[in-house]
């Protein structure tokens, strides 16, 4: 069984910096996409950062020279690292995984989530 925890939530005052971590643990074959997705109360959750395998990254336009979304392949955890923070960053985050695993000896494809880590900006 795989599971995604994040860590690395909190409160913080406008421009300051918070890294969020999210460790996918199981077996797992491997992690095609790693990403960060939020959702701000009243609103609908939004890509925030994406890391393919090759090394692409995407960010939403609102968080471009702001954020990071980074990776540690041997311990399958990827980061955001989230500069100059703004009250309109205020929201959970949710980290998620393109994996793939094994069952009943077939490869499956699937998109994981992790439960999520409230980050809230103070202006």
């Known amino acids: 069984q795989v599971q995604l925890v994040e860590s690395g939530g909190g409160l913080v005052q406008a421009g300051g910096s918070l890294t969020l971590s999210c460790s996918a643990s199981g077996k797992i074959l491997d992690i095609s996409a790693m990403g960060w997705h939020r959702r701000a109360p009243g609103e609908q959750r939004e890509l925030v950062a994406a890391?393919?395998?090759?090394?692409?990254?995407n960010y939403a336009d609102s968080v471009k020279g702001r954020f990071t979304i980074s990776r540690d392949n041997a311990k399958n955890t990827w980061y955001l690292q989230m500069n100059s923070l703004k009250s309109e960053d205020t929201a959970v985050y949710y980290c998620?995984?393109?994996?793939?695993?094994?069952?009943?000896?077939?490869?499956?494809?699937?998109?994981?989530w992790g439960q999520g880590t409230q980050v809230t900006v103070s202006s």
């Open positions: 998620s995984a393109d994996l793939a695993v094994l069952h009943d000896s077939t490869r499956v494809t699937y998109t994981d």
């Open positions: 890391l393919i395998s090759d090394g692409t990254t």
